[in-house]
């Protein structure tokens, strides 16, 4: 069974660091882009970016470049999402997701999906 | 950017309703749409890709249509399980950009 289980959920103060994990099983992860997806409460899903685990090309959002850094570890099938300095408006769901084997037309949507990382961000 | 249009975004319909939700595209994105479900409190799942492929293990009340710029997801007869959150969803590659509708929030009468 194809299979993304992400890390728990988190509650951080603003300026702090955070780094959330997103473990593929199941299928070749070196062979296929994963991407992570925000939710903010109440709000639409948001993509943030996207990573190729084989060789870590990885792709932003406009709305993301510079505010997250995605990367990815092939030897223990993980990708993460990080950030430097949370802010509370990175408060959200985020989802990682799997996407295709190549980042083009008629391979471009996500299945399966991560059951979801809540970041909390409080002061 | 191709930008994504979602109507309605909420509806109420009964039990056995046939209900249908449009995606419209701001350019012609050829059959390049894919639909998910979001249940209360869960993460999304891909019902449809490619505008009209129902993904393995959907239930067949599931469908999608269109190319272009005009896009429909039906539900043939609504069950109570169908709650949810649909959302449309396309790509763009210069640059790589994936890119959701609003979302339409689907209720039971």
């Known amino acids: 069974e194809v299979q993304l289980v992400q890390s728990g959920a988190e509650v951080k103060k603003p300026g702090e660091s955070l780094k959330i994990s997103c473990k593929g099983s199941?299928?070749?992860?070196?062979?296929?882009?994963i991407g992570w997806v925000r939710q903010m409460p109440g709000k639409g899903l948001e993509w943030m970016g996207i990573i190729y685990p084989g060789d870590s090309d990885t792709r932003y959002s406009p709305s993301f470049q510079g505010q997250v850094t995605i990367s990815a570890d092939k030897s223990i099938s993980t990708a993460y999402l990080q950030w430097s300095s949370l802010k509370a408006s990175d408060t959200a769901m985020y989802y990682c997701?799997?996407?295709?084997?190549?980042?083009?037309?008629?391979?471009?949507?996500?299945?399966?999906w991560g059951q979801g990382t809540l970041v909390t961000v409080s002061s | 950017d191709i930008q994504m249009t979602q109507s309605p975004s909420s509806l109420s319909a009964s039990v056995g309703d046939r209900v249908t939700i449009t995606c419209q595209a701001s350019?012609?994105?050829?059959?390049?749409l894919n639909w998910y479900q979001q249940k209360p409190g869960k993460a999304p799942k891909l019902l449809i890709y490619?505008?009209?492929n129902l993904e393995t293990g959907v239930p067949s009340r599931f469908s999608g249509s269109g190319s272009g710029t005009d896009f429909t997801f039906t539900i043939s007869s609504l069950q109570p399980e169908d709650i949810a959150t649909y959302y449309c969803q396309q790509y763009d590659n210069l640059p790589p950009l994936f890119t959701f509708g609003p979302g339409t929030k689907v209720d039971i009468k």
């Open positions: 199941g299928y070749s992860f070196t062979s296929y882009w």
């Open positions: 490619d505008a009209s």
């Open positions: 997701a799997r996407g295709g084997t190549l980042l083009w037309f008629g391979d471009d949507w996500f299945d399966p």
């Open positions: 350019q012609d994105i050829s059959n390049y």
